[in-house]
């Protein structure tokens, strides 16, 4: 009897998160690429007809094993292999809306380093958690896969992503400014340098690495944070751009080498392109409702799949549409004109849109990146995570907590009252002072994260900890 997809899939290990299939190296064996990847491809020939899909890898050393495995099973369902090499997520995601071809990336993004990824994109853009549903349940028997080696890497999706940003701003809008690039082992790392100087600007590298390190966003470490204020005052710097691991989260800096929350480069990007409507998580910083900017924001689950599904709803009444997660990935939800120029949708997250729109417009407005953010709402907001504690323990210990949150309240540590419960996403507590504790399972590692929100920032920070060290004492 035939082994069925559905089921090396579930005795995998390999379980999909708030965005892609994530898991241990270990387990993502050549057959588990394998079943993935044609319960993927049968799923979009059942929608869409096309003779080809498109790959590409980010830097971690086993991406190129996985994509192999990949491609092996495309081959045997009779369909071309184009594969793009490392690039940024979102510069594969564009590249396969052009070509009209559903998509693999290779990439565990910002998690450690032990594991890896699979994100999978449909001629259209993200997959949505239908598409995910399916994909789990294929129940159809494995076919196998032919030994297949990647093909000659095309630089084409890296052109058309280069293109695409370069020619947002006239090619002298950062004339005079000085920009750092941290590229450790970013995806997009051998593209931004150009496209920043393309635009003007005087552009230093920063601290490349052939060793993978896996940047979270939402919780950038001590070191990179001093790394950033000693980067910008040696090389005198206005700002200093970076990603995550595969390019579709933003991490940039201002002129001193502060670190801007990710939720507030989106606010800033979605101003400076004059969107109507906005979709983003619910963990993001309510500074994006107080700020009076959007007719319209909807609040969703935690997971760009959820964003993006907002947007059909808002299409019917707005034009002009975006969302951004709380780590920064812009969404850009419609077309948009800029500066005479039509910008086309590209419904997944992306790093390199609010990079160029932060930088460029702030430089147009003669301000500094630091008055951008002043201007804003005083909402303040930090994020952590606590490592090696079991998902199913986290999700009853908020499930009880939501039925009785005073009490989850009070044994990890708060005494304050509790104004309103939010169980859209985890268990988001507002606080009677109007600060904000928010406790959440991570969807692709044994994590627990915890969102913070206060008009201080070193109370929204001193929140995490004490929360954080409120539900160690608790693990078991």
């Known amino acids: 009897m035939m082994t069925q997809c559905s089921d090396i899939i579930a005795n995998s290990n390999i379980q999909f998160g708030t965005s892609g299939a994530r898991g241990l190296v270990d387990d993502f064996t050549p057959e588990v690429c394998g079943a993935f990847t044609q319960a993927f491809v049968e799923q979009m020939q059942s929608e869409y007809e096309f003779s080809g899909v498109v790959l590409a890898i980010d830097n971690r050393p086993s991406s190129p094993a996985i994509a192999e495995a990949c491609a092996g099973v495309i081959k045997q369902?009779?369909?071309?292999?184009?594969?793009?090499?490392?690039?940024?997520?979102?510069?594969?995601?564009?590249?396969?809306?052009?070509d009209k071809m559903p998509a693999i990336m290779v990439t565990g993004s910002h998690i450690p380093f032990d594991r890896n990824g699979l994100k999978f994109y449909r001629p259209d853009g993200e997959i949505t958690k239908a598409d995910e549903s399916a994909i789990l349940g294929f129940n159809v028997s494995y076919i196998g896969a032919v030994?297949?080696?990647?093909?000659?890497?095309?630089?084409?999706?890296?052109?058309?992503?280069?293109?695409?940003?370069?020619?947002?701003?006239?090619?002298?809008?950062?004339?005079?400014?000085?920009?750092?690039?941290y590229e450790h082992s970013s995806a997009g790392r051998d593209l931004y340098a150009a496209i920043f100087a393309s635009l003007g600007a005087e552009v230093i590298s920063l601290e490349r690495t052939d060793t993978f390190v896996p940047i979270d966003t939402e919780a950038v470490a001590e070191e990179d944070r001093v790394k950033a204020r000693q980067w910008s005052a040696e090389h005198q710097l206005d700002a200093i751009f970076s990603t995550d691991g595969d390019g579709d989260r933003p991490l940039i800096a201002d002129e001193t080498g502060e670190w801007l929350r990710g939720d507030i480069v989106g606010l800033l990007c979605a101003q400076l392109l004059n969107i109507q409507a906005l979709a983003v998580p619910v963990s993001c910083n309510t500074a994006i409702e107080k700020s009076n900017s959007f007719e319209k924001v909807v609040r969703t689950r935690i997971g760009s799949p959820y964003v993006i599904a907002a947007f059909e709803a808002l299409a019917a009444e707005f034009k002009r549409l975006a969302g951004f997660e709380a780590n920064g990935g812009f969404i850009l939800g419609s077309d948009v004109e800029l500066n005479g120029q039509v910008l086309k949708a590209l419904p997944t997250r992306d790093a390199l849109l609010p990079g160029i729109v932060l930088i460029a417009g702030a430089a147009s407005a003669g301000k500094l990146l630091s008055e951008l953010v002043a201007s804003l709402p005083a909402r303040y907001t930090a994020s952590d995570r606590i490592k090696d504690v079991p998902t199913q323990w986290s999700r009853e210990l908020l499930t009880a907590g939501a039925e009785q949150p005073e009490v989850l309240l009070s044994k990890i540590g708060f005494t304050e009252t509790i104004d309103a419960v939010d169980t859209t996403d985890g268990l988001r507590l507002t606080l009677a002072s109007g600060d904000i504790v928010h406790l959440r399972p991570s969807g692709n590692a044994p994590e627990l994260r915890c969102y913070a929100e206060s008009g201080d920032q070193a109370v929204a920070e001193a929140i995490v900890v004490k929360a954080l060290k409120g539900v160690k004492v608790l693990t078991p």
């Open 147 to 181: 030994e297949h080696a990647l093909p000659a890497i095309s630089t084409l999706a890296a052109e058309q992503y280069t293109q695409r940003n370069a020619g947002l701003y006239a090619d002298h809008v950062l004339a005079g400014k000085r920009i750092g690039i």
């Open 77 to 98: 369902l009779g369909l071309a292999v184009y594969y793009y090499g490392v690039v940024p997520t979102p510069a594969l995601a564009y590249q396969a809306m052009q």
